[in-house]
Nanobody
Framework: QVQLVESGGGTVRPGGSLRLTCVGSGLSLKTYAVAWFRQAPGKEREAVVGMGPRTGSRFSLDSVRGRFTISGYSAKDTAYLQMDNLKPEDSGVYYC???????????????????????WGQGTQVTVSS
């Protein structure tokens, strides 16, 4: 079973950048869809960005489009979330999630559904504050 570990969270000022890393034991970006979710206090977990195997299908939340980028490095089975021009409303715990999809059947809109995913990381805190 895939196990995911996130890192790279921290505290930054508005306008700053962070890069989150998700390392998966047993994770292959060629056969897994990967997404980043976040959860702020008192709010539901929401999908931020996602990508299908071989960076096929892609999804991004409207409020982060143009600021957040998901990418992967298949040689290390690692996914990244580059976050630029961060805003206070981006604060929360960020989670990496993955689902096995060797047939590349997961569509872009499916990537936002947390029930789709079979593996989750423990989360990393991101705080954007002046």
């Amino acid at each position: 079973q895939v196990q995911l570990v996130e890192s790279g969270g921290g505290t930054v000022r508005p306008g700053g950048s962070l890069r989150l890393t998700c390392v998966g034991s047993g994770l292959s970006l060629k056969t897994y869809a990967v997404a980043w979710f976040r959860q702020a206090p008192g709010k539901e977990r929401e999908a931020v960005v996602g990508m299908g195997p071989r960076t096929g299908s892609r999804f991004s939340l409207d409020s982060v489009r143009g600021r957040f980028t998901i990418s992967g490095y298949s040689a290390k089975d690692t996914a990244y979330l580059q976050m630029d021009n961060l805003k206070p409303e981006d604060s929360g715990v960020y989670y990496c999630a993955a689902v096995y999809d060797p047939w590349q059947s997961v569509m872009a809109n499916d990537l936002r559904d947390p029930a789709l995913y079979e593996a989750w990381g423990q989360g990393t805190q991101v705080t954007v504050s002046s």
